[in-house]
């Protein structure tokens, strides 16, 4: 749902915008993506999230019934 929320917002935004709005964000998420500082964020994030979801997941196993 999310994914479908945020394809409209952005056909939307890029529509009134035009294609050279378009190629400047496009560019400037290239160079982002790029940065090193970026990149440890999300590798932060990703720990993170791995950490909850094993966690989530040792909860459920150890409250299923013996």
Not at 9 to 30: D, H, K, N, P
Not at 32 to 43: C, I
Request: a positive charge; charged letters at 25%.
């Amino acid at each position: 749902m999310s994914l479908l929320v945020g394809f409209g917002a952005g056909y939307v935004l890029g529509a009134r915008a035009g294609r050279e709005r378009y190629e400047q964000i496009r560019r400037a998420w290239s160079q982002a993506k790029e940065d090193p500082r970026l990149q440890e964020v999300a590798g932060m994030a990703q720990a993170h999230a791995d950490s909850v979801v094993n966690s989530v997941k040792a909860r459920m196993g150890s409250d299923a019934p013996s």
